[in-house]
């Protein structure tokens, strides 16, 4: 138990997650760009508020074989979760657990098991791009109250929308994860104006989008994989930030740019060599 949980433990320093949130490297120019910026973000605060109950349906908890939250995600069908890559790639399906119809992780409304993930084939090529998994449930999602699948953007996203960004990650830097599953509105910022923000960061691409935070709200709160979604429309994934509230725009997987990879990994998932990354464990 404690060698496997060092083995874990490792894994989780070895790939930048704190508390299921992919913390990117402080490069030279991201220092330069954040102590530039700090007055447009400096009314960032990291307390958020609790999620009510029924908020976010679609919010599940990735959690490991031990019940410790790993990950967020959110429910496409009854049988598909989307998440981040990076929450799944190298597991074991059968370490994974899901648990969903919640804001209590520790309290599923129910729990399954595993059978499959595909992640991208195109996953961290170039670096923190296409972070974006699918994972099959061996048993059917029971849709109720308080499950529920989101729908798929057909459409982009239009600039300065509101949106919801829900998620039990760490409340502060290294913290604790919360009981309560947190939310926060934040604002979309497209591309060009998210790459004037990052000081035109490489590792934020026409496959991701952007969020700022509204006063008072904090932007510390989405774990990675989990869903920012409008109106029970999936629009992003969490991917990647820098350590909470420093000032720079958080990065998510734009569910729109991969509606098609979406649709055909899971029309296609029972042919396994058709994909680069199922997990190939038997
Ligand atoms: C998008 O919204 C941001 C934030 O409100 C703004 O700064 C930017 O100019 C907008 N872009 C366009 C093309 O309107």
Not at 3 to 16: E, V, W
Not at 216 to 226: E, I, L, P, T, Y
Request: net charge negative.
């Amino acid at each position: 138990m404690l060698k496997y949980c060092l083995l874990f433990c490792l894994l989780l320093a070895g790939s930048n997650l704190v508390n299921g949130k992919r913390i990117a490297k402080l490069t030279a120019k991201r220092l330069e760009k954040i102590s530039k910026s700090g007055s447009v973000f400096d009314s960032r605060v990291i307390n958020g508020i609790d999620a009510t109950v029924g908020l976010a349906p679609y919010q599940i908890s990735l959690q490991s074989t031990f019940g410790e939250h790993m990950c967020g995600g959110a429910i496409v069908d009854e049988h598909y979760i989307l998440t981040a890559a990076h929450c799944v790639y190298g597991y074991n399906p059968l370490y994974l657990k899901v648990v969903t119809g919640t804001i209590l992780w520790q309290e599923p409304g129910a729990k399954y098991d595993v059978e499959e993930f595909w992640v991208h084939c195109n996953y961290n090529t170039p670096d923190y791009h296409n972070d974006i998994a699918i994972i099959r449930v061996t048993q059917p999602i029971v849709f109720n109250e308080y499950t529920k699948p989101v729908i798929l953007p057909d459409v982009p996203l239009a600039n300065a929308s509101k949106v919801l960004l829900t998620g039990w990650g760490s409340t502060v830097l290294f913290g604790d994860t919360p009981d309560v599953l947190q939310q926060a509105t934040l604002t979309y910022i497209d591309y060009p104006s998210c790459q004037e923000e990052m000081g035109g960061d490489d590792d934020n691409g026409v496959g991701h989008i952007c969020t700022l935070t509204d006063e008072g709200v904090g932007a510390c709160h989405g774990d990675s994989g989990g869903p920012l979604a409008i109106d029970g429309v999936l629009v992003g994934l969490v991917n990647w930030g820098m350590p909470c509230a420093i000032g720079y725009p958080d990065s998510f997987a734009s569910v729109h740019f991969y509606r098609d990879w979406i649709r055909r990994t899971m029309a296609e998932s029972s042919c396994k060599s058709c994909h680069c990354y199922a997990s190939n464990y038997d």
